[in-house]
């Protein structure tokens, strides 16, 4: 499992651009660390994969799964990457607020 994660991690980051040094540091773990988890080597802490997905903006479910999100959930996500921290308490309020309705 540990090699696949590993693989998808990697896939990512090269996508976005990302070097190995640049990704570690947005995720506050080592490069060398990095590079051990994108070729299997060692596994890791749910903490580590919430850095990584924050850092890479993904769900944890594509790296541990590979199940990409539905359409909806992508667009979805694609909306709320628009914003940023501090934004998310007033657009979670707006959702609700709308939801209520």
Known sequence: MYKEVGERILQIRISQGYTRETLSKMASITP???????????????????????????????????????????KLLEVMQLFDESQMDSIQAILRYIQEL
């Open 32 to 74: 060398k660390f990095l590079y051990e988890i994108e070729t299997g080597r060692r596994g890791f802490s749910a903490a580590v994969l919430y850095n990584i997905c924050k850092a890479l903006k993904v769900d944890s479910d594509y790296i541990l799964m590979g199940e990409k999100p539905t359409g909806q959930d992508e």
